[in-house]
C-alpha cells in the first residue's frame, strides 16, 4: 500500500500541517494584495467596466444569448452577477469582484493542503508552489476574471472522484463546465477508468448527473429562448485565430519573416488576419480532439492511481488550451489548482508552468500593445511562452518504459494507493481482483 501520512518518511509532523496551511493562507492574503495594489495594474486593459455593464444587464432582467452575446456557459454569469448586488459603480465593482476571486483562491489553497495531505506529501512544497504561481500570474489574470472557479471546480471534482463511485466527482465537474467548458476535457479519462473497472453501474450514473447538471441552467434560457444555445455555438465557432493562442504562432512568426499578418479586434479579443487564417482557425476542432484522444490513450494504458489521475488531468486541460484557436491570457489559470499536486518530475512542471506564467503576464498586460502592434521581440516571447507549455505538455504524458515496468510489476492494488483501494473495498471486490481488472 502506498505510505499514509503517519508513515511517510516525507511528511511533516502531523502538529505542523494546520500551521502550514495558516502561514500559506496568510501568504495568499499578502500576495493577492500585493497584486491588487501593486503596479502590474492596468486600467486602460481592465474589463471592469465592461463587466459592470453585463452585471448590471443580467440584474436589471436582461437574458444572456438573447439580449446581449455571452461566450461563456449559464453559470457563468453568476460571477458577473454577485459583485453587482453590492457594488454601485466601477470602482466598488472592482473591489468587490476582486473580493470574491480572492475568496475562491483561499479556498483553492485549502484544497491543495488537504489533497496533499491524502496523497501523503509533503504540504510545504505544493504550498510554496502554489504561491509562486499565484504571484506569476499577476493580477490581471487572477483577480479580474472569473476562470480560478472552474479552476477550483475542477480540481475539487478531482478530489471527490474516489468517493461514492465518483458521482460528486462528475456533478462537480459539470458545475465547472457549466462556468467554462474546458473542465469537460477530463471527462474521457474518467469514462475510461470506470470501463477499466467494470464499474458500469457508477459510469450510467455519474454521465447522467454530468448531463443533467450541465443541461439545468440551459432549460430556462431553451424555454424563453428556444436559440440561446445555437447563439452560443455560432459564437465559438465564428471566432477567428485569437493572437496568443499556438496556432497564431506560426501565422505571427511568417509575419516576422515578411509574410503579410494584421491583427484585428473581434469577438471580444485581438485576432490575427491573414489569408492562411481561415484554414488554421478549421484545423483547431481536429486537433483539440486528437489532443485529447491522445491523453486519454495514454492514461489508459497505464494504472489507475491518484497521480496519473491527476496528471493526466492536467494533460487533458493543457491539451484543450493548447490546441484550441483561442488561448486567453486567463487560460493560463486552468492549471493552477492541479499543478501543484503534481509528483512526476514536479520541479521541472513547476518551472515551466511558473515560467509560462511569467511571460503571459509579460506578454498582458505589460506587453500588450507591443503583441498586438506584431513587435517581433513580442512574437518571441509568445513562442516561447507556447513553446513552453508544450513541453509541459509532452511531460506529463511522458512516461519511461522501465518507470512504468516497475510500476506495473508492483500490481495495481498497490498503485492504487489507500484512497483507491477503498473504492475497491467498497465495490466488494478484494485488492487482488482489482489489480487484475485495472491491468
Known sequence: MAAS?????????????????LAALLMHVGLLALLYFGPGYRADLSTIPFDF???????????????????????????????????????????????????????????????????????????????????????????????????????????????????????????????????????????????????????????????????????????????????????????????????????????AFGATVKSQFAFGSQEINSALTPTVAALATPLVILALALVTWRYARGPLDEERRLRFALAAILAFTLFNKVLSAQYMIWPYTLAPLV????????????????????????????????????????AGRNTLLLLAWALLLWEPRQTARRVEEAGAASALGPVVGAEATSAGSGSSGWARRAR
Open 53 to 255: 455593464t453585463r452585471g448590471t444587464q443580467l440584474l436589471s432582467g436582461k437574458l444572456i444569448y438573447r439580449d446581449y452575446p455571452f461566450e461563456y456557459p449559464p453559470l457563468g454569469a453568476l460571477w458577473y452577477a454577485l459583485p453587482r448586488l453590492v457594488a454601485q459603480d466601477t470602482a466598488t465593482y472592482h473591489a468587490a469582484f476582486a473580493v470574491q476571486m480572492a475568496v475562491v483562491d483561499l479556498a483553492t489553497v485549502v484544497l491543495v493542503w488537504a489533497w496533499a495531505r491524502r496523497m501523503g506529501q509533503r504540504v510545504g512544497p505544493p504550498l510554496m508552489a502554489q504561491a509562486l504561481f499565484l504571484l506569476a500570474a499577476g493580477v490581471m489574470i487572477v483577480l479580474e476574471r472569473f476562470d480560478l472557479v472552474a479552476a477550483g471546480l475542477t480540481a475539487l471534482a478531482l478530489y471527490l472522484w474516489p468517493k461514492t463511485g465518483g458521482v460528486w466527482g462528475w456533478a462537480c465537474l459539470a458545475l465547472g463546465a457549466g462556468v467554462k467548458i474546458f473542465p469537460a476535457a477530463i471527462a474521457p479519462l474518467w469514462i475510461v477508468e470506470q470501463a477499466r473497472r467494470r464499474q458500469w453501474g457508477s459510469l450510467f450514473i455519474g454521465l447522467l448527473i454530468f448531463a443533467v447538471t450541465l443541461a439545468v441552467p440551459f432549460v430556462p434560457l431553451l424555454i424563453i429562448a428556444p436559440d440561446s444555445l445555437g447563439k452560443l455555438l455560432a459564437y465559438h465557432q465564428e471566432r477567428g485565430v485569437q493572437i496568443e493562442s499556438l496556432l497564431a504562432t506560426p501565422l505571427l512568426i511568417g509575419h
Open 5 to 21: 501520512l503517519d508513515d511517510s518518511p516525507y511528511a511533516e509532523a502531523r502538529w505542523r500541517q494546520p500551521g502550514l496551511l
Open 343 to 382: 509528483t512526476t518530475r514536479r520541479r521541472l512542471a513547476w518551472g515551466l508552468y511558473a515560467a509560462a506564467l511569467a511571460l503571459t503576464q509579460y506578454l498582458y498586460p505589460h506587453g500588450w500593445n507591443s503583441l498586438t502592434g506584431l513587435d517581433p521581440q513580442a512574437i518571441a516571447v509568445q
